[in-house]
């Protein structure tokens, strides 16, 4: 099974910018070894099971209360899929075998 999860989590209420936030957050998933891809607007990770993603969500939501967030907006995107692996990668490539280079 893959999971691809894409999600974006930032307090609201901690001003304007907020990187010091999320770099703590993308801290704990380069750490967690799971492979992931940052982007302007969220990260994608890819996982084996849902329950691997969902518990990097968790993780991330305690790493923004435990910096004293109040306020904490989420977005979550999930594609599962069965009999699948490194897709993260693969979906990117294929795309690129069809029109050539993309940014990524």
Known sequence: ????????????????????????????????????????????????????????VEAAYRILDQAGCDRVYSSLKLDIRKGKGDRMRGKVESVREKIGAVNS
């Open 1 to 56: 099974m893959s999971v691809l999860l894409e999600f974006a989590m930032f307090p609201t209420d901690k001003g304007e910018s907020v990187s010091a936030y999320v770099s703590q957050v993308i801290r704990m998933i380069r750490n967690s070894g799971i492979d992931y891809q940052l982007t302007p607007m969220g990260t994608i990770v890819e996982t084996d099971t849902l329950p691997q993603a969902l518990s990097l």
